[in-house]
């Protein structure tokens, strides 16, 4: 399939709630949207970088110019027999994998078009059900995190998390179990102690929790195994697990009992699979994480939770918990906690021009 021509919008969408983790806050999004153009149809992706290095050491503006200067002229006017060959072409750059993955994913949306079957299939799905769990921020007080918690649960999600941090962990956890006894809650402290802070999180073994989402550094496995073997609660990697090669040091290691996989993290669906399929190896669970994704990110998350591992209810909510107004026109809504895979081929969006014009606040055009 011979990529013709690609668009690269950056898109700026107020959120309906300010997200509180331990790096930072946010409001609102900015969205790098990518069309690849082949054979009569398009492949969608979204970016997951944000401005700063926060999450991990992309950005932003790095990425626009790296798609738009590197990935877009090394691949278009190219023909590419499956995702494969086009992986491999991208896998000469280090690092860059939330850049590497748009292109990847968009590919795979346009691919699947052109042999008219939905994503999933392609990908070796086996369920279109998918449990969902939601990601509450740090809130100003015990009370408001009580009343997220009670509120998301009575809406149906299947999990609850919540953001810690330092002074912000055992008090929220202890107000969400004693309203919800038995709920699956969990914690994510993106990245925010260190082992001298061993003592609060044994702290949080009282409270059952599904797992402890990366409660320390990124880039560092070593601890986390110290860690695990002193808690009696899981270890959940995010954003340590960014390769399969690191995946299977992390679990070798015991750093994690558990992984969030997450496409747009890993370089795409071909990298996610390869990992999913390691997790199976060590008899790891793992759940799709999100990334305040729009639509066509949360359908690609949704698509990618059809494999078999991805037992633990993920962080793909419902898209009107973040937006007024989607940039796709289906509704991606969980019901009773699960999220149905979009029917159609690809997966399965459309985009919402008028919408995504109205919110374009830079388009490039890019033809070989
Ligand atoms: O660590 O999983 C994370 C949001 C932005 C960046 C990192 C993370 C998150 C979330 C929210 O936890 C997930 C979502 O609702 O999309
Ligand atoms: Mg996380």
Redesign the pocket.
């Known amino acids: 399939m011979k990529i013709e021509a690609a668009e690269l919008r950056v898109l700026e969408l107020p959120m309906r709630f300010s ?1 509180e ?1 331990s790096f930072g806050a946010q409001r609102r999004r900015f969205v790098p949207l990518l069309t690849l153009h082949a054979d009569g149809v398009e492949g969608y992706a979204e970016g997951v970088m944000d401005h700063l290095p926060l ?1 991990l050491e992309e950005t932003l503006p790095g990425a626009v110019t790296f798609v738009r200067e590197q990935l877009l002229p090394r691949v278009l006017g190219v023909d590419f027999e499956t995702p494969e060959a086009l992986a491999r072409t991208l896998s000469v750059y280090r690092g860059n994998r939330m850049a590497r993955a748009m292109v990847e994913m968009a590919f795979w949306d346009a691919w699947a078009k052109s042999l008219d079957l939905p994503l999933w299939r392609l990908l070796g799905g086996v369920r279109t059900l998918i449990p969902v769990g ?2 509450i921020g740090i809130q100003d007080s015990l009370e408001a995190t009580r009343e997220q918690a009670l509120r998301y649960a009575a809406e149906g999600y299947r999990r609850v ?1 919540l ?1 810690i941090k330092p002074g912000w962990d055992v008090e929220p956890v202890r107000a969400v179990r004693e309203a919800l006894p038995d709920i699956a809650l969990t914690v ?1 402290a ?1 990245s925010a102690y260190t082992l001298t802070d061993t003592g609060a999180l044994q702290a949080l073994d009282a409270y059952h929790l599904k797992y402890i ?2 409660p320390l550094a990124h880039d560092d496995l070593t601890d986390h195994a110290e860690l695990q073997a002193r808690l009696r609660t899981p270890v959940c990697l ?2 340590s697990i960014t390769s399969l090669q690191g995946a299977r040091k992390a679990l070798a290691l015991q750093a994690a009992r558990v992984v ?1 996989l997450k496409v747009a993290r890993v370089g795409g669906h071909l990298e996610a699979r390869r990992i999913h399929d390691l997790t199976l190896a060590f008899d790891a669970p793992i759940w799709c ?5 729009t639509g066509v990110g949360r359908a690609h998350n949704l698509h990618l939770s059809t494999l078999q591992n991805y037992t633990q209810p993920g ?3 419902s898209g009107s918990r ?1 937006w007024d107004k989607d940039i796709i026109e289906e509704p991606l809504e969980a019901r009773e906690g699960y999220q149905t895979v979009p029917p159609g081929s690809g997966i399965g969006v459309t985009l919402d021009l008028a919408f995504i014009d109205s919110v374009t606040r830079a388009r490039h055009d890019v033809r070989p």
Request: glycine share 8%.
């Open positions: 997200f983790t999450y939601v990601s998390k953001k994510d993106n989402e990366q995010d954003e969030n994480g999100g990334m305040m994704e962080d793909t909510a973040y």
